[in-house]
């Protein structure tokens, strides 16, 4: 199985801020990489796909980027309604695996 | 859209089925597959298997369920379904459904499954 680590596991930040995540996979992973959003009692929600792609109706303060085994996510600017629990996915393989989240709380 | 159906409750080591309702979509499109997750505080978002349609029917199954999961794709009412036996209470989790086009970008409600007698 191909290990996801995301760091870090939680984050507290202000509005405004620019924020960043980072996911190493444990073997090259090419494009194949994916950032989701979960708000409480929701279903995941796509934010980027294949490392940069802005999922559809995504607003553009959220970015991607990275290749090979490191990536990263970036809000440029927080707003209140980021507060979330953030994962990267990786599906170059099955069994297609998750990190372990990032729970974002606003300061 | 995806409508998950099922029971909230199974009891230890009987059989847990759910299944999810496909609208817009086809289950039999060959562009797509569909897939179950479970989630729960201790083992995270977790891929459970998926299904899909490349002329033939394909099906695969993470390592930690295999062997108790079977997945099934009904084209008569364009859905699919997921068995998973022999459960025990470390199955607690919330279930979701999900078509993967690209990323999994359809998902289903979820359903809180709990494995109690």
């Known amino acids: 199985d191909i290990q996801m680590t995301q760091s870090p596991s939680s984050l507290s930040a202000s509005v405004g801020d620019r924020v960043t995540i980072t996911c190493q996979a444990s073997?090259?992973?090419?494009?194949?990489l994916n950032w989701y959003q979960q708000k409480p009692g929701k279903a995941p929600k796509v934010l980027i796909y294949?490392?940069?792609k802005l999922g559809a109706g995504v607003p553009s303060r959220f970015s991607g980027g990275g290749s090979g085994t490191d990536f990263t996510f970036t809000i440029t600017s927080l707003q209140p309604e980021d507060i979330a629990t953030y994962y990267c996915q990786q599906y170059d393989n099955v069994p297609i695996t998750f990190g372990q989240g990032t729970r974002l709380e606003m300061k | 859209q995806l409508q998950q159906s099922g029971p909230g409750l199974v009891k230890p080591s009987q059989t847990l089925s759910l299944t999810c309702a496909i609208s817009g979509d086809s289950v039999s499109s060959n562009s797509v597959t569909w897939n179950w997750f479970r989630q729960s505080p201790s083992r995270g978002l977790q891929w459970l298997g998926r299904?899909?349609?490349?002329?033939?029917?394909?099906?695969n199954y993470a390592p930690s369920v295999k062997g108790r999961l079977t997945i099934k794709s009904d084209t008569s009412k364009n859905q699919f379904s997921l068995q998973l036996n022999s459960v025990t209470p470390e199955d607690t989790a919330v279930y979701y459904c999900?078509?993967?086009?690209?990323?999994?970008?359809?998902w289903g409600q979820g359903i809180l499954v709990t494995v109690s007698s």
């Open positions: 294949d490392v940069s």
């Open positions: 999900a078509r993967q086009y690209g990323p999994f970008d359809y």
């Open positions: 073997q090259d992973i090419s494009k194949f």
């Open positions: 299904t899909y349609y490349r002329s033939r029917w394909f099906y």
